[in-house]
């Protein structure tokens, strides 16, 4: 099942680029992202409480917070960055360059996590890796 979620998060991933590239044509770039994220807010804390599971915010531990505190500013740092991106080069561009996070997020797994990878998974970064430069690279 967590394919069908992942496949469904990058579709809904790549409207949110393409509905965000249309958006800071007119707009500062730090200005869409702010008005993304109150919807953003919004709409998290919504689950949040339709879900009943607000109650549970008290059960949190200290170090649970940290990590999802800086999670959350990395995520702003990122998006802005993102968006900035957005707004000097093309999607199509830009959007691949960007999924760069998944060598990445191997290289910290394997290092802070300690999850165990194959020459699959490194075969499979080094083509996305590739095929992420090669299009961020094309000329227009």
Known sequence: MWIV???LAALASAVVVTLSKAGIKQVD??????IQSVCILLVSWGVVIGQGNL???SRIERRVWIYLIAAGIITCVSS???????KLGDASRTSP???ISLVF?????VIFLKEKINW???????LMAGG?????LSKE
């Open 5 to 7: 979620f992942s496949l």
């Open 29 to 34: 770039s730090s200005l869409a992202f702010a």
């Open 55 to 57: 109650p549970d915010v």
């Open 80 to 86: 802005l960055l993102t968006f900035r991106a957005l």
């Open 97 to 99: 360059l960007d999924k």
């Open 105 to 109: 997020t191997i290289i910290l797994a």
């Open 120 to 126: 699959q998974v490194i075969a499979g970064a080094v």
């Open 132 to 136: 992420a430069v090669l299009i961020a």
